[in-house]
Every structure is written in structure tokens, then in C-alpha cells.
């Protein structure tokens, strides 16, 4: 390995990092970051639980969670399956990479170190993803502990703090799948160092900025935030006890 490539390589982990610090502080130029404003909506959303006795609609979100969570872990099992083959196929790699220009390369040890840093990014990112789907496992036990609606009204300080447990696990099982995927996205930066080092550090700062945007710039985060709510809603209260017009269940008898 060359000079450039340590230097690269101190880069890749500074950047990482130091996003990952911005991430943990509250506000980036006034800006509440898209994670921040997500734990805000799973507290509205465990609270929101708390009156209604028919908790279909929250098991499913929680089931969409998991799933997720498990799809990534699954991928991450093929990536390093993947990695360990690109091992046992070396020198057919270096053999097309030497017809490539501006690849520079500098040795079958160097290839194979690098091959190996991309293993353990994926291997990272798995038990990430692997602790993140246990936690929300943990996250739709104590879900079930959240009393009904005619025991929240009777001790509202238990039903709190049963809500409270599961905004708790819910945040941190989010905060490990993120993790685990912001391996992921920064593995796409890694691949450049398969080219050489400077190609490394230029992909990994165009992904770090890509994930700033996305957290503090994005129409995404206005969504959440309600930033830009339209002037004219046109939702209204609808009258139960009178039908649509014509006895349709379309408004206007559509």
C-alpha cells in the first residue's frame, strides 16, 4: 500500500465518523437532522396507540420494521459471501484491472487487504442490522405490555411509562438499523478505492454529502417537519349522521 492509500483510508474513517457525530448533535445550521424528527413521530405514534384498544394497525408497522431489518441482514450475509468468492478469484481481478486506465495497482497483498476492509464493513453493517432486528422484537413484546384504553384513563402514570419503554427500545433499534445502513451507503464509497486512492476519497465525500443533504436539506425532512403546510386543506368534518348524497360512499355520489 502506498502513502495515498493510508491517507485515504484515515479520510474514509474521518468522514465516517465525524457524520456520524453531526448525527448525535440536535441541529446542523438551525436544522433539525431527518433522524431527530423521526423519534419525535414514533413518540407521537406510540402515544397515539395508547387510544385505541385495536392495535392491528401498529403490530403491522412494527412487523414492517422488522422485516426490513431482516431483508438488510440477509443482504449483508450475501455481501460478505460475495467478498470471501472475490477472494478466491484474485488473480482473474487483477487480470482485468490491469487492462483498465487509471487503476492503480500495487499488489495481490494489497487487493486482498482491501477486499478484506470491505468484508468487515458488511460484517459491521450485519450485526448492526442483526441487534437492530432483535430489538424490535424486544420493541412489539413491551408493545403488548401497553394497557387498554380504559386502564390508561384509570392510571395514566403506568400507561405513560409503558409507552415511554417502547419509544425507548423503538429509538434505539432505529438508531442500529441506521447504523448498519449508513455501512452500507459508505461501502458504495469504499468500492472506489478499488481504483485507487484518490477515487476512494472522491466517493466517499460525494456519499457523506449525498447523507448530509438527505438529513438536513431533503424534501423528506420538510415532510416530516410540517415545514410548508398548504394554505387550504380540503379535509372536513364529515357529518355521520347523514349519508352522501345519492347513497353512495363517494362524497357526491360518485
Same mark, same amino acid.
Given at each position: 500500500?502506498? +502513502?495515498?492509500?493510508? =491517507?485515504? @483510508?484515515?479520510? $474514509?474513517?474521518?468522514?465516517? @465518523? ?15 437532522? !431527518? ?11 406510540i402515544y397515539n396507540s395508547l387510544r385505541r384498544d385495536l392495535k392491528m394497525i401498529d403490530t403491522q408497522i412494527m412487523a414492517g420494521l422488522q422485516n426490513g431489518t431482516a431483508f438488510f441482514a440477509s443482504t449483508s450475509m450475501f455481501a460478505i459471501g460475495s467478498c470471501f ?10 487480470? &482485468?484491472?490491469?487492462? !483498465?486506465?487509471? +487503476? ?8 486482498? @487487504? ?6 468487515? @464493513? ?18 412489539? =413484546? ?18 405513560? #411509562? ?9 429509538? =434505539?433499534?432505529?438508531g442500529h438499523f441506521n447504523e448498519g445502513l449508513r455501512a452500507i451507503f459508505l461501502s458504495i464509497g469504499y468500492l472506489g478505492w478499488f481504483v485507487n486512492?484518490?477515487? $476512494? ?5 460525494? &456519499? ?12 423528506? #425532512? ?15 368534518? &364529515? ?16
Amino acid at each position: 500500500m502506498t +502513502v495515498a492509500d493510508y =491517507i485515504a @483510508l484515515a479520510f $474514509f474513517a474521518i468522514l465516517w @465518523l465525524g457524520y456520524a457525530w453531526l448525527l448525535r448533535g440536535r441541529t446542523f445550521f438551525g436544522r433539525t437532522s !431527518l433522524t431527530h424528527a423521526m423519534t419525535e413521530r414514533r413518540r407521537e405514534w406510540i402515544y397515539n396507540s395508547l387510544r385505541r384498544d385495536l392495535k392491528m394497525i401498529d403490530t403491522q408497522i412494527m412487523a414492517g420494521l422488522q422485516n426490513g431489518t431482516a431483508f438488510f441482514a440477509s443482504t449483508s450475509m450475501f455481501a460478505i459471501g460475495s467478498c470471501f468468492a472475490l477472494l478466491g478469484a484474485t488473480d482473474k481481478v487483477k487480470s &482485468i484491472f490491469a487492462d !483498465l486506465p487509471y +487503476v492503480f495497482s500495487s499488489g495481490t497483498a494489497s487487493f486482498e @487487504l482491501k477486499v478484506g476492509g470491505l468484508t468487515a @464493513l458488511f460484517a459491521y453493517a450485519f450485526f448492526k442490522f442483526g441487534w437492530s432486528y432483535r430489538l424490535f422484537n424486544y420493541c412489539s =413484546i413491551l408493545f403488548g405490555s401497553i394497557p387498554m384504553v380504559r386502564d390508561s384513563e384509570t392510571d395514566v402514570i403506568a400507561a405513560e #411509562r409503558a409507552a415511554e419503554r417502547v419509544i425507548r427500545m423503538n429509538v =434505539i433499534a432505529g438508531g442500529h438499523f441506521n447504523e448498519g445502513l449508513r455501512a452500507i451507503f459508505l461501502s458504495i464509497g469504499y468500492l472506489g478505492w478499488f481504483v485507487n486512492a484518490y477515487v $476512494f476519497m472522491a466517493t466517499t465525500a460525494i &456519499i457523506v454529502v449525498v447523507l448530509t443533504r438527505r438529513q438536513f436539506f431533503s424534501e423528506a #425532512r420538510l415532510a416530516i417537519m410540517d415545514a410548508n403546510p398548504p394554505s387550504i386543506l380540503h379535509l372536513s368534518a &364529515i357529518r355521520r349522521d347523514m349519508p352522501p348524497d345519492g347513497g353512495s360512499d363517494l362524497p357526491g355520489g360518485l
